[in-house]
């Protein structure tokens, strides 16, 4: 743990114990704020500890409710919370639960967990694995090597050259990755032909993955799951198709049109929208504007206020190493003044590119 993460927690531990997050919860400064959570995954089996920061378990992902639920916080969906923000009509305490990637764990998982405690929820959802309903490549080749970590992975044969690479340390992991997902790049392999470079990967490491196909891991919620939990009153918002924003408006505005069209096949028009990666870029405000998009978020901490840009809302990334008080410091405002050590986006959410 870090100096900094250290003295974070005890000033959050004496500003508990003198009841000033319970005092700023109930204020009316924090009463026109917006605190909207993001969290990415929760395992279906041992992927939080593949990537903790991707992934919370289900325990970890009930205990946060319960806490929101015990901070007597109000859960609100997201387009009615902005429009209350936006019109000064916030009831005490709100926050908004959003999910990226539409990881098909939400709805084996997550919804579940919400159902209990009633609270409504986002799905920012990158539709190309919903249609195409096989792992997400880089997500299960990452995962694939970590589940090999004992071992050597020879690629003479499955990629261009022959290479060893031993897979004990993190970092030779990554190298492993990129090397696989710059091959599977320049060689313009098809989704189908990825599908089968995973096969050739799990095989070679002896892992088994009928198991981990069996049970869904690493994929995206099926057509028919989106469906479902439409009726059932999810709201599901854009996210680009293939989880990238392109840096051209024509290619920008087609990944945005091919997302919505998946999302209508099953649900209400989404008029919401979060960063690929968190990646936010100013001249995107006015090409989501033009696409009827009324709001953007971010993975930058923070809470939204009736000021804050449109197309630049800050979301509280939860994740597996967020402790429950520094849940709760975000959750009365009281964070927002503790000092942050500035990440590069990209640290922040590692990489997904499809
Ligand atoms: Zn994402």
Not at 98 to 114: E, H, K, N, V, W
Not at 121 to 143: E, G, I, K
Not at 260 to 284: A, C, M, W
């Amino acid at each position: 743990m870090t100096v900094l993460k250290k003295a974070k927690l005890l000033t959050l531990s004496a500003a508990k114990s003198l009841g000033v997050l319970g005092a700023l919860r109930r204020s009316e400064w924090r009463q026109n704020q917006l605190l909207i959570l993001a969290y990415h995954g929760v395992s279906q089996d041992d992927e939080h500890l593949w990537h903790p920061e991707l992934f919370v378990t289900p325990e970890c992902f009930a205990r946060r409710m319960q806490a929101l639920k015990q901070y007597g916080c109000n859960v609100l969906p997201l387009n009615e919370a902005l429009e209350m923000l936006w019109s000064r009509t916030l009831p005490p305490c709100s926050v908004v639960l959003t999910f990226d990637d539409g990881g098909c764990d939400f709805y084996r998982q997550t919804f579940p967990i919400l159902r209990q405690y009633g609270f409504p929820a986002t799905v920012y959802l990158a539709s190309y694995y919903s249609c195409y309903n096989r792992p997400v490549f880089p997500c299960m080749c990452s995962y694939l090597l970590w589940k090999g970590r004992d071992r050597v992975l020879d690629v003479t044969g499955i990629t261009q050259g022959s290479k060893q690479f031993a897979l004990t340390t993190p970092a030779a992991r990554e190298r492993a990755c990129q090397a696989i997902q710059l091959f599977a790049r320049e060689a313009k392999l098809s989704a189908e032909q990825k599908d089968d470079l995973l096969n050739m990967i799990a095989e070679r490491l002896d892992v088994d993955y009928e198991t981990i196909l069996a049970k869904r891991i690493l994929h995206l919620l099926s057509e028919a799951e989106l469906a479902e939990l439409g009726a059932a009153g999810v709201d599901i918002q854009l996210h680009t198709h293939r989880h990238y924003a392109p840096k051209t408006r024509e290619f920008f505005i087609a990944e945005l049109e091919e997302n919505r069209d998946v999302i209508v096949r099953h649900t209400k028009v989404p008029h919401h929208f979060s960063y690929p990666n968190g990646l936010y870029e100013q001249h995107l405000d006015e090409w989501l504007g033009s696409f009827e998009v009324f709001s953007a978020t971010t993975t930058e901490p923070g809470l939204v206020t009736k000021t804050s840009n449109h197309y630049k809302l800050p979301r509280l990334c939860d994740t597996s190493f967020l402790e429950l008080i520094e849940l709760e410091g975000w959750v009365s405002g009281f964070s927002k003044f503790l000092p942050r050590k500035r990440t590069a986006v990209s640290q922040q959410v590692p990489p997904f590119y499809y």
